[in-house]
């Protein structure tokens, strides 16, 4: 029975934390610290780092990847998923009260002018996030090349952008190799 005891804390502890933290990843990983490592001393604050690492090297919600790892280390696969429920149930139950009533609210004249109003700051933040982005993802001359030949790539066609980041695997592949060669001989 303390097991499940357990994944109870876990899902409620992680849904509260999706609950009442807003602003991003950042600010919930922040959080998880809190209440992890300081609060109930479930884990190190090295595991929450080394968790960090791994969750943003893995494809999906950083958040959410972190939310596993974290819960699979105090209970196993079953924690895992706990955490991960927790964590993102608040969002599903808000995006689905949005989306029921949507539809009876779209032609609102306020509604609408609040959605205009939304989504003219979308551009600017996602500016602002490249623009932080870019002093990890682009290293030296090479990473700056490819950058800039992807964004025309995306400004000016429809590749599919699978397509776009295989191919920046291979030219990375292809330069680190280069180095590499330069660096033996």
């Known amino acids: 029975m303390k097991r499940y005891q357990r994944l109870l804390e876990i899902f409620f502890v992680m849904a509260k934390i999706g609950l009442f933290t807003f602003g991003g990843g950042w600010s919930i990983i922040a959080q998880m610290q809190n209440e992890f490592v ?4 479930w884990m190190k604050e090295e ?3 080394d968790f960090m690492s791994l969750a943003k090297s893995f494809p999906g919600i950083m958040i959410i ?3 596993v790892f974290c819960g699979y280390a105090m209970e196993g696969i079953a924690g895992g998923a706990a955490a991960a429920v927790g964590l993102s149930l608040p969002a599903l139950a808000a995006i ?14 306020y509604v609408v002018k609040v959605l205009n109003g939304i989504r003219s700051v979308v551009v600017p933040i996602i500016i602002s996030a490249c623009l932080k982005l870019k002093k990890t993802a ?3 001359l090479p990473g700056y090349v490819i950058l800039a030949i992807s964004f025309a790539v995306c400004a000016t066609t429809r590749i599919n952008k699978l397509v776009l980041v295989l191919a920046a695997l291979a030219a990375g592949l292809l330069i680190w190799k280069g180095e590499i060669a330069d660096d033996v001989s």
């Open 38 to 41: 300081d609060k109930r001393g």
């Open 47 to 49: 595991q929450v780092v």
């Open 65 to 67: 990847n972190m939310s």
């Open 96 to 109: 689905a009260a949005v989306a029921f009533f949507y539809s009876s609210l779209r032609d609102n004249i």
């Open 138 to 140: 682009a290293k030296g």
